[in-house]
């Protein structure tokens, strides 16, 4: 089983659609929950870091953090065609030691908005 | 531009040939983190190093691999007699390391294929 599942998709939606892409994980050390955006042939791109439980909005942007159900999410309001990527959530613990700088990541949702 | 930078973009090289990939953190950054995307997977934590100092190596290949991030100069990751297998887009990642290694950076990345 691998720590982090992520529905790989694709997902498809109309323009002004509310995305939501979720991650599972296994590893309850996890304390710091990512998600990144990556656009073809480019590097990741951190949009969002949640600590611990809880919900945190970053305009179109919401994260949530659910540790009693070791289930992360990622909205998107309003979608935009420039949203279109590959969104990938990834964790750390801070557990300390020498694993403390590992991020793990999920296997990535890839997202198309169409106009 | 003041991000983590990369290079080359892009490295050909010939089975059993050697490939050196390097990356430069982004300003005021020193801990470097290294890591793989193959087709069709997610990104692979590989190596974190500190200058002069490496501190998690437990995603390298146990052959063939090896990273440095001397006290001048970038960071290195080196694959001795390259094969097809190692055919990957090579991440560099940066962070203020500590309390905030969960906040890492991105570069552009450098995409190895092996011919």
């Known amino acids: 089983q691998k720590e982090v599942e992520q529905d790989p998709g694709p997902l498809s939606v109309p323009e002004g659609a509310i995305v939501s892409l979720n991650c599972t994980y296994s590893?309850?050390?996890?304390?710091?929950f990512m998600w990144y955006r990556q656009y073809s042939r480019k590097g990741p791109e951190l949009l969002m870091y949640?600590?611990?439980?809880g919900n945190k909005e970053d305009g179109r942007f919401t994260a949530q953090v659910d540790k009693s159900s070791k289930y992360i999410s990622l909205f998107i309001r309003d979608s935009q065609p420039s949203d279109s990527a590959t969104y990938l959530c990834?964790?750390?613990?801070?557990?300390?030691?020498?694993?403390?700088?590992?991020?793990?990541f999920g296997q990535g949702t890839i997202l198309t908005v169409h106009p | 531009n003041a991000g983590v930078m990369q290079n080359p973009r892009h490295l050909v090289r010939r089975r059993g040939q050697e490939a050196r990939l390097r990356c430069s953190p982004m300003?005021?950054?020193?801990?470097v983190y290294w890591y793989r995307q193959l087709p069709e997977e997610g990104l692979k934590f590989m190596v974190y190093?500190?200058?002069?100092?490496?501190?998690?190596e437990s995603g390298m290949p146990k052959e063939r691999f090896s990273a440095e991030f001397p006290k001048e100069g970038p960071s290195i990751l080196r694959i001795q007699q390259v094969v097809r297998g190692d055919s990957a887009a090579y991440f560099c990642?940066?962070?203020?390391?500590?309390?905030?290694?969960?906040?890492?950076?991105f570069g552009p990345g450098t995409r190895l294929t092996v011919t």
């Open positions: 990642a940066s962070s203020s390391g500590g309390d905030w290694a969960y906040e890492q950076y």
């Open positions: 590893n309850s050390a996890f304390q710091y």
């Open positions: 949640t600590y611990s439980s």
């Open positions: 990834a964790m750390i613990s801070n557990a300390g030691g020498t694993s403390y700088g590992k991020l793990t």
């Open positions: 300003k005021g950054h020193s801990h």
């Open positions: 190093l500190q200058k002069e100092n490496i501190i998690d």
